[in-house]
């Protein structure tokens, strides 16, 4: 399994971005697919998950502002950051696998750096 994400930038506080992530490969048995992050200086956590059957599992510091999203024809998912802020500055992973972890799943993509300018 291939996971390809676009979408890295720099943006200012308050501003929107928008990351996707598009798998390929052997992707029968990828039910979950989603997006982790690691900021500086700190261990990577999850920023938002989404199932094939639409569940969606959200950290609590991204409640209201972030929004997942997949396009399962396409196997893509999406997520769309409204309201960023300074603590959001992370390298962005994609990540996907059968089944949900804390930690993250079977497959992950290169990091996406996004940079939130105050």
């Known amino acids: 399994v291939q996971l390809q994400a676009s979408g890295r930038g720099l943006v200012q506080a308050g501003g929107s971005l928008r990351l996707s992530c598009a798998a390929s490969g052997s992707i029968s048995n990828i039910n979950i697919m989603g997006w982790y992050r690691q900021a500086p200086g700190k261990q990577r956590e999850l920023a938002a998950v989404?199932?094939?059957?639409?569940?969606?599992n959200n950290a609590d510091s991204v409640k209201g502002r972030f929004t997942i999203s997949r396009d399962n024809a396409q196997n893509t998912v999406y997520l769309q950051m409204n309201s960023v802020r300074p603590d959001d500055t992370a390298v962005y992973y994609c990540?996907?696998?059968?089944?949900?972890?804390?930690?993250?799943?079977?497959?992950w993509g290169k990091g996406t750096l996004v940079t939130v300018s105050s």
């Open positions: 989404i199932s094939l059957g639409g569940w969606k």
């Open positions: 990540s996907a696998g059968s089944r949900w972890s804390q930690g993250g799943m079977n497959y």
